[in-house]
């Protein structure tokens, strides 16, 4: 049975009664929605990741002798990418919603895939940092814009699991980048590059090719889904209009101001940052820290898939009960309480194998926590474009902290100093998370008393229309 066969439409208006919907043709459309757009903007995320991170397999593939990376030189090379990257996440959010998706995205890509398909060609120092500022322009707006561009589909409750999805993608390219690096480095001498240059050109290709994939099969909204029947596309339409409490959808840089005023949203970065400081951490130093263990080169790379698959497992498993329950922080926190538990062990155990477990219990409890809190903060934005900011700057602002995380593995081979810190910004994460519980429920109980005082009621939704979530009528997720 199609979802569309239980789906009644409200002739008058035009739209879908949701009341005559059961919520297994609810669940049935959501899936169709799944099937069409998970798959291809997980891939494109794959791919994402693996560009920015395939330094690390490139470090201990020989790349550091090879361009002479001595003293704090691979730590720069792996620093320069954030600062542009950072700085381009707000704006390439507002192109995003000022452009179409199916454009956009793809066309980033396309231009990150050839800078980094050209890396193959870096044979010193300089160009490798050169190459790596103008990756870090090119993908910013990947991440953010595809976190927006869930938003522009699912409502509130169902973000996490998807976001979920699409971020455990840069798990499995962590785990499938160490598979990759091992046979590529195989590659050694072939065409006059090195085993490191061929990891860079291979995967490169690769990113190319599959954006011009996503230019014939990627959706731009709802409202223009072939996919999806008249029916169909006007329930998801109504499903999301009723969520989003009829707040604004229009372009008006008001909305971009009311992103930038708000407290809350520094909350969320301080969070934000607080967990990606780990994630790229891991994403970087994994390979170096399993070699410092003891282990082979060789066997590092393959050595740092475990770490990534445990993230996967527990990224997705996160998602669907932080869905299920409709919470968001009691998710962050635990799961930022469980990798600080890893960095303990690995900051005061000496032996290969407690430190390895150390790792991988670390890698299981921070990745899951990255989406549970972009769903978090993009929820408790109202309005599409202020929702588009948020996310951008949360996103963007939180990468800053990447460069904290390429210049603390400076203490082989125990890292004290490195994993030190991931513990303070861990510990960091969960307290603010407590707070932002707290302040949540807070306005939330104002708001209902002012309702309860006023009589204001959901029939009177468009007078509040341009206000986001400062809405009388809008409740933040706890």
């Not at 609810?26 to 757009?37: G, Q, V």
């Not at 919603?97 to 793809?106: A, E, G, M, T």
């Not at 990606?276 to 282990?295: D, M, Q």
């Not at 407690?354 to 926590?369: H, L």
Request: proline share 4%.
């Amino acid at each position: 049975m199609s979802p569309s066969s239980e789906l009644s439409v409200d002739n008058e208006k035009g739209v879908v009664k949701r009341p005559g919907a059961r919520d297994a043709e609810r669940a049935r459309l959501l899936r169709k929605l799944d099937w069409h757009l998970l798959p291809l903007v997980s891939s494109l995320y794959l791919l994402s990741f693996l560009d920015r991170s395939n330094v690390g397999n490139a470090k201990v593939a020989g790349m550091s002798t090879d361009l002479n990376l001595v003293g704090f030189r691979y730590n720069i090379a792996a620093a320069v990418f954030f600062i542009l990257y950072s700085l381009a996440e707000v704006p390439s959010n507002i192109a995003l919603k000022l452009f179409r998706p199916s454009r956009w995205i793809p066309s980033i890509m396309v231009v990150w895939g050839l800078i980094m398909t050209l890396m193959c060609l870096v044979n010193t120092y300089q160009g490798l940092v050169a190459a790596r500022i103008f990756l870090g322009l090119a993908e910013a707006g990947l991440f953010p814009g595809v976190t927006y561009y869930i938003s522009l589909w699912y409502p509130r409750a169902e973000r996490s699991m998807r976001i979920a999805i699409f971020f455990s993608a840069a798990t499995v390219a962590g785990a499938f980048g160490g598979v990759l690096a091992y046979f590529i480095e195989k590659m050694e001498g072939i065409g006059g590059l090195h085993g490191w240059q061929w990891i860079f050109c291979l995967e490169g290709i690769a990113t190319v090719l599959v954006a011009f994939v996503a230019f014939f099969f990627m959706y731009d909204y709802p409202e223009t889904a072939s996919f999806l029947t008249e029916i169909e596309r006007s329930y998801v339409i109504d499903l999301l209009r009723e969520d989003s409490n009829s707040l604004a959808t229009h372009y008006d840089f008001q909305f971009v101001l009311q992103a930038f005023k708000d407290y809350k949203t520094y909350v969320q970065i301080g969070i934000y940052m607080g967990l990606l400081i780990p994630i790229y951490a891991i994403a970087l130093f994994t390979p170096t820290i399993i070699n410092e263990l003891g282990f082979s080169a060789a066997n590092a790379q393959l050595l740092s898939v475990p770490p990534f698959v445990a993230g996967c497992i527990f990224t997705i498993l996160v998602g669907i009960y932080s869905d299920k329950h409709k919470l968001r922080g009691p998710y962050v926190i635990g799961g930022a309480f469980v990798s600080l538990l890893g960095y303990i062990v690995l900051y005061t155990q000496s032996s290969p194998g407690a430190s390895y477990v150390g790792t991988i219990i670390a890698a299981a409890g921070v990745f899951p926590t990255i989406a549970v809190d972009l769903a978090w903060a993009g929820s408790n934005a109202g309005g599409d474009l202020k929702r588009g900011v948020v996310i951008a700057m949360v996103i963007g602002l939180g990468n800053l902290g990447g460069i904290c995380s390429s210049f603390i593995y400076i203490d082989p081979p125990r890292f004290h100093v490195g994993h030190g810190t991931i513990m303070g910004w861990l510990t960091l994460s969960i307290l603010l998370s407590f707070f932002a519980m707290w302040d949540y429920n807070r306005i939330n109980k104002q708001k209902e008393e002012l309702c309860l005082e006023h009589g204001i009621t959901g029939d009177r939704r468009d007078e509040f229309r341009d206000m986001g979530d400062e809405s009388p009528l809008f409740r933040y997720t706890i």
